[in-house]
């Protein structure tokens, strides 16, 4: 499906992050504006550029914030890449086998690939890298807070070990490898950076056609600069959440190229006391909630319905067990009668005398949010239950998460690349609300990240109903109309196989 984007709202700044088993993937097509079917005849005035922060660096872990880092996948690759199903496969690494305990996984290097200064990768530059990644004051050091360890084994592998077994521990290790030699920092990828221009290397381990020998970098500070430089053709390419809190506008005709990411909407319950206490509840909230329409009429079709927390094409969702919690109003309705929540003559549920109220709190910085709330505050409203939706500012919003002032509170995250759900059922995690406590749960948890089979985990949770998962978003990659053909963004790389890139000039 192709289209043309026109004085499109989008939330714009180029961004990367970095999510096993293997799938053939269809290259994802452009998409259109609503009654557009050609493209308007506007390119952008300079030849393709790309975005550079004069001010960043290039160094993957300490200025991991630049806007640099959103062309990391033309300079840096990892052990291992994802997929947009969030599949890992092997880059850097040949490939990777585990101990039968679980807690160590030896990574084989892949041999003849060397840095951009011409140094060979090895046991040791790739600890290096690690070690780096690892760091206080890098943007990974969070998803491999597992990790208790690191060792080179021999010349060609890398030994960690683990706290925890993680059957998917390959899809955390898609971060960039790269070797730092004083002030300059190297990569194993495609490209080198110059001054005012990225240069193929010739040397690159991969040999593999480029789209370009020389990619000329437009200088942009902020993502405002950057929106204005796309709407000027003075960069050619930005990156976009289209349902993102600050959003910008990007002009133009333009194609965009949407990307699944880990970027989770859900409910969250308040499990320690009220209505939401009950697992019973919690459950008949979810069947509550059209996700198909919240995601097309709200979203603009920009997410996936899901009620697992798994992407529905990540191979990790069971869809038997998903339905249990996707949208089934009559069901609703009886448990709510079995609850004890009767529909009296005024259409309100009430236990005895009282109303079933209750309090749905949502951050008032994004306005798509705030209509996802009013949205499912609506829905649990045709069945009589009463819903008063709190927006609040940020500090208010995050303030009455920890203080546990909810019934419901509406929320988003983003999962790491091995798609673990463990930060929602672990206190102290930072995602961690409401106090819902499970053994068994957390037991089915356990079992699922060692062996790698998550279906007694989802039965699990589908009865414990921890929260309601509502969706998986999508971003995107903006180009102008016609400069680029084949693309195939992922969250971890917009550069994902550049070698099926063409550039029109």
Known sequence: MRKTLICLALAGCLALTGCGGAREEAAPSPSPAPGQTDPLPLRPAQAFALPVDPAGGWDPYGGSKSGNMALAGLVYEGLFELDRAFQYHPLLATGASVSEDGLVWTVRLRGGVTFSNGR????????????????????????????????????????????????????????????????????????????????????????????????????????????????????????????????????GACQSWEY????????????????????????????????????????????????????????????????TLALDQAAATQALDQLGYPLAEDGLRRDGRHDLRLTLVVNSDNVYKAQLAQSIADSLGRLGVTVEVKTLAWEEYRRALERGEFDLYLAECRLTGDLDPSPFLTPGSGLYYGGFSDEALTQALAAARQTGTWEEFY???????????????????????????????????????????????
């Open 459 to 505: 039965e699990q949770w589908a009865q414990t109903a921890p929260l309601a998962v509502l969706c998986f978003k999508n971003a995107q990659l903006l180009t102008w109309w016609g400069q680029v053909e084949g693309a195939e963004p992922t969250q971890g790389n917009l550069f994902y196989h550049l070698e099926n890139w063409r550039i029109n000039h």
């Open 260 to 323: 699944p990411t880990s970027g989770l909407l859900y409910l969250g319950f308040q499990c320690t006391r009220g209505p939401c206490r009950s697992a019973p509840f919690r459950r008949l909230v979810s069947q509550a909630v059209d996700r198909e329409d919240l995601v097309s009429r709200v979203l603009s079709g920009h997410a996936v319905p899901a009620t697992l927390p798994a992407p529905a094409d990540s191979g990790l969702y069971a869809p038997g067990t998903a339905q």
């Open 120 to 251: 060979a990768l090895d046991a040791q530059t790739a600890l290096a890298a690690v070690e780096a990644a690892r760091g206080d004051k890098s943007v990974y050091a969070a998803r491999l807070a597992g990790v208790k360890g690191v060792s080179a084994q021999g010349e060609d592998a890398l030994a960690f070990t683990l706290s925890a077994p993680n059957a998917r521990f390959p899809a955390l290790l898609d971060f960039p490898i790269a070797l730092a030699e004083g002030e300059a920092v190297w990569g194993t990828g495609p490209y080198v950076p110059e001054e005012g221009r990225l240069t193929a290397r010739s040397g690159w381990w991969r040999g593999l056609s480029l789209p370009l020998d020389q990619i000329p970098l437009a200088e942009v500070s902020d993502a405002g600069a950057l929106m204005a430089a796309f709407n000027a053709g003075l960069v050619s390419l930005a990156a976009a959440d289209p349902t993102g809190a600050d959003a910008l506008g990007y002009t």
